[in-house]
């Protein structure tokens, strides 16, 4: 008897035998040929997202269903990731690692996609926790300095969340207490997205890890968190009220961000907190955004997922790539017209017909943010002079491969710019109003 599958779940079949041929192949092949076997399979799942659809044709959202435009972003960070390090310095300090280094990330980029095809609250939880897992796996087999204390710090704190999460879970399947359901889930998720009380892990593992896994740090494992937050909102009939609960979370967030960021002095952690600040105005948008909640949420997740790669990409490379990290930082700032500045003005639009009090406390917040990511350009573009030994230790200029990724999200960034003017002048009201908020979850 043959199985009779969804066009989703054929998909997702697909896709997960594809990255599973492609780990086993990087298992057992050089650390170069496992780059492109990762690269290739995660170019071919694309091209299956993209086409399927009954009749054919490149409209994914028609056959994925709600979460089709999720997975696009979690597709493309992964092709320009997988594409930046084919002719980047390896990861892990050893060839045996290396394998399997190439081996778990391919793994966890099929793990990643599998998130938005969860039908239900436990298969949710799984994925999100099997993306955890590798997540932390990957940290650890880097072997850098201080990898393998971040990789514990993001398994406790993460099981921590994990077991909160799993009680909001099981209090929302009996839809007995939704705001409680809600607020657990938030917390729970919230380790992974960057949410107080349990986003304390990030700082560590953005400053001990490499540019490609931080790169996944600060997207995927961000997005997937959001992204299950985001699902049980409608679910649990908060997007059709406030969710002070959700409020609560995001400001305390954004406070901790603030507090924190401008006198970080390592550009990694200042990223981390960037990060923390990124999902709290994600949370903020699903708190206060009605109707049109997920579409804020989504368009802040989705400019974080096109800047903070090309931060990571950038940072400390000499030459154009340290102009192209300031722009990725200004960027995250909200200056304008960058991408970033139009989803968090269509957010201010939003939070100014919601509560007027309530906007000016974010605002207030996001002054200190925007001059800590400010000083950081200063300190990029104007370094203070070092002693010739230091100099000589500098890191290597772009590879071509990870000069196209970061020119692909470059591109990004300009074009989520231009189409961020519409979000913006409407706002969330009307947006909501049409009906444009409700198709992603």
């Known amino acids: 008897m043959g199985l009779n599958l969804s066009p989703a779940d054929r998909l997702l079949l697909a896709m997960t035998l594809v990255q599973a041929a492609a780990a086993l192949c990087a298992w057992f092949t050089s650390d170069r040929a496992g780059r492109w076997a990762v690269f290739a399979a995660q170019a071919v799942a694309a091209a299956l997202a993209a086409r399927l659809q009954p009749g054919g044709g490149l409209r994914p959202a028609s056959a994925l269903g709600p ?129 107080v009380p349990l986003y304390l892990w990030k700082p560590d593992a953005y400053a001990a890890t490499s540019a490609t896994t931080g790169a996944l740090l600060a997207s995927l494992e961000s997005l997937v968190g959001l992204y299950a937050i ?59 955004g ?39 930082l200004l960027t995250l700032a909200g200056v304008p017209p960058m991408n970033v500045f139009f989803g968090e003005l269509a957010l201010f639009r939003t939070l100014g017909a919601f509560r007027p009090l309530l906007l000016a406390g974010v605002l207030a917040l996001l002054v200190p943010i925007f001059i800590g990511l400010v000083r950081l350009v200063t300190v990029a573009l104007f370094p203070a002079p070092q002693p010739e030994s230091q100099a000589a230790g500098e890191a290597s200029p772009l590879s071509w491969s990870a000069a196209l990724a970061s020119a692909v999200h470059l591109l990004a960034v300009l074009a989520l710019g231009a189409a961020g003017l519409p979000l913006a002048v409407l706002g969330g009201a009307v947006l909501g109003a049409a009906g444009l908020g409700g198709g992603l979850l």
């Open 290 to 328: 009605g109707p049109a909640g997920p579409l804020l949420a989504f368009w802040l997740t989705l400019n974080n997922a096109a800047a903070k790669p090309l931060a990571f990409f950038t940072l400390g490379r000499p030459g154009a790539a340290r102009w192209l990290y300031a722009l990725a």
């Open 67 to 195: 979460g089709a435009a999720w997975l696009a972003v979690i597709l493309g960070v992964g092709l320009t990731v997988t594409a930046y390090r084919l002719w980047e310095s390896p990861e892990a300090r050893s060839e045996g690692d290396g394998h399997r280094y190439n081996a778990l990330l391919a793994l966890l980029l099929a793990v990643v996609a599998a998130v938005p095809f969860a039908g239900s609250g436990l298969r949710l939880w799984l994925s999100v926790e099997a993306v955890t897992f590798l997540m932390a796996l990957l940290i650890d087999v880097e072997r850098r300095p201080q990898s393998v204390e971040a990789a514990w710090k993001l398994y406790i704190l993460s099981a921590a969340g994990s077991l909160v999460a799993l009680l909001g879970t099981a209090l929302a399947e009996g839809s007995a207490q939704p705001a409680l359901a809600l607020t657990l889930l938030a917390v729970g998720y919230g380790a992974k997205a960057g949410l």
């Open 230 to 288: 985001a699902w049980w909102v409608p679910r649990l009939g908060v997007s059709s009220a406030p969710s002070w609960p959700l409020l609560l979370l995001g400001g305390l967030s954004l406070l901790m961000a603030a507090l924190a960021l401008p006198a970080e002095r390592d550009p990694r952690k200042a990223l981390a907190y960037s990060t923390v600040e990124q999902a709290a105005l994600a949370v903020l948008a699903l708190a206060a």
